[in-house]
C-alpha cells in the first residue's frame, strides 16, 4: 500500500529511466548496510518446500523470477534476490560495453499498465560483469545470463561475439539465455530465422562446453511474440534438435493495437518494444502453442504481463516451468514478488497440488508432467 499510494506517484513524476536508477539504486544502497540483506530475506524470501522447482538441473526457491532488463550490470541480484525473487536474469550482457539508444528511450503508458522502451542493450560490456559475477554467492539465489549482440558488430561477426561474452560470462551463470529478440538492436530479430540461428545456438553450446569445465550452466533462447505460428514452431523444433534446456517466451512486442493509450501519444512516443499488461494474451499464446510443440522436453520460461499469482498460475498450469516479471515488478512494487509466491501455495492447494511443480501443464495434458 505504501508503494502504490505514496511511492509510486512520486517516482511516476520522473522520467522513467530516471526513476528506474533511482528505485534500484536506493534498493543497493540499502542492502549495502550491515544486516539489510539479512532482513530482507528474512522477512520475504520464499521458504514454503511447496513452491521448489527443480529444472535446469537446478532448484528454485521459487518460481517467481526477475526478467533480464532490469538488472543490466549484474550490480544488484543479491538485493533482488533477498525481496522475494526465486532467481534473477541478468543483462542483457554484450561483448563490447556500449551506451544503447539516445535518450529518453524508456516511456510509461500507465492507461494500460505497460512500457515502452528503446534502450539498445545499454550495459558496460561482459568484461565488466564478469567481474561482478565472479564476486558473488552462489548459495544467495540462482542468476541466469542474458548475452546479445553487441550493435556495432554485423550480422557475419554476430557468433564470435555471442562466444566472447558466453566465454566469460557461462562459467559463472546458473543458466544462459541467447537473446535474438530485442526489437532494439538493428537486424538482430533477424537471427531468430532456423538458417541463421541454427550456426549461432550451435556456436554458443560449443563454448559452454569448452569453457564450464566443473558445471555446465543450461542453454536457452528468448523469443518475439511476434513470431508468427510457423515461426514458434520452428524455433521449438531447432531448439530440441539441438539439445537446448528452454526457451523463455516472450520479449517485449512492437505492436501497438488495442492500447488504451491516446493514438497521438503512442506515435509520440515512437519505436520501441512494448512491455506489461498489453503483452499479455499474445505471450500466453506462445506459451500454449509451444507446450503443445514440445511437451515436457523443453523448460519453459513465460514472461510478459504477468502481474498477479492468478497470471502467474495461469502460465504454469499452461506449461510454464518458471515465470518471470518485469513490467509487473515495475508498476506493483518491491513486495510483489514474495505476495505472487506467498499467493501461488494457496492457488496450488485450492486446486489440489501439494506442489506448484505438480500443476506444470496440468492444463494442456490433462495430468502434470514435470520438467527436466
Not at 105 to 114: C, H, P, Q, T, V
Amino acid at each position: 500500500m505504501l508503494y502504490r499510494w505514496f511511492l509510486r506517484p512520486l517516482l511516476f513524476l520522473l522520467p522513467a529511466e530516471t526513476a528506474h536508477h533511482l528505485a534500484f539504486g536506493a534498493l543497493r544502497l540499502a542492502c549495502a548496510i550491515p544486516g539489510v540483506t539479512a532482513l530482507l530475506r528474512a522477512l520475504f524470501r520464499p521458504r514454503d518446500p511447496a513452491l521448489r522447482v527443480d529444472a535446469l538441473g537446478l532448484t528454485f526457491d521459487a518460481p517467481v523470477g526477475l526478467a533480464a532488463g532490469f538488472d543490466k550490470n549484474a550490480e544488484g541480484h543479491d538485493a533482488l534476490l533477498a525481496i522475494g525473487f526465486g532467481f534473477v536474469e541478468i543483462g542483457t550482457v554484450t561483448a563490447q560495453a556500449q551506451p544503447g539508444n539516445p535518450k529518453p528511450r524508456m516511456f510509461r503508458l500507465s492507461a494500460d499498465r505497460g512500457l515502452i522502451n528503446r534502450l539498445g542493450f545499454n550495459n558496460r560490456g561482459a568484461e565488466d560483469a564478469q567481474r561482478r559475477l565472479a564476486k558473488r554467492d552462489r548459495t544467495r539465489g540462482i542468476v541466469g545470463v542474458n548475452v546479445g549482440k553487441t550493435k556495432i558488430v554485423t550480422e557475419d561477426a554476430a557468433i564470435a561475439d555471442y562466444e566472447a561474452s558466453t566465454a566469460r560470462l557461462a562459467p559463472l551463470a546458473d543458466y544462459v539465455v541467447v537473446n535474438v529478440s530485442s526489437p532494439n538492436t538493428p537486424g538482430l530479430r533477424d537471427l531468430q530465422a532456423v538458417e541463421k540461428l541454427r550456426p549461432l545456438l550451435a556456436a554458443v553450446q560449443r563454448t559452454i562446453e569448452r569453457t564450464c569445465t566443473e558445471r555446465r550452466p543450461a542453454l536457452l533462447v528468448k523469443i518475439a511474440p511476434d513470431l508468427s505460428d510457423d515461426d514458434v514452431d520452428a524455433v521449438a523444433d531447432l531448439a530440441i534438435e539441438l539439445g537446448l534446456a528452454g526457451i523463455v517466451a516472450t520479449n517485449t512486442t512492437i505492436r501497438r493495437d488495442g492500447l488504451r493509450t491516446p493514438d497521438e501519444v503512442v506515435k509520440q512516443i515512437g519505436a520501441g518494444g512494448l512491455s506489461g499488461a498489453p503483452l499479455h494474451d499474445r505471450s500466453l499464446a506462445v506459451l500454449r502453442r509451444l507446450r503443445a510443440r514440445v511437451g515436457d522436453r523443453l523448460v519453459l520460461i513465460s514472461v510478459g504481463g504477468i502481474e498477479t499469482a492468478e497470471q502467474a498460475w495461469q502460465r504454469i498450469r499452461a506449461g510454464a516451468t518458471l515465470v518471470q516479471l518485469y513490467t509487473g515488478f515495475i508498476y506493483g512494487g518491491p513486495t510483489l514478488p514474495s505476495r505472487i509466491a506467498r499467493d501461488l501455495t494457496t492457488l496450488a492447494k485450492r486446486d489440489g497440488f501439494t506442489r506448484v511443480q505438480d500443476a506444470i501443464g496440468a492444463d494442456v495434458s490433462g495430468t502434470a508432467v514435470h520438467p527436466r
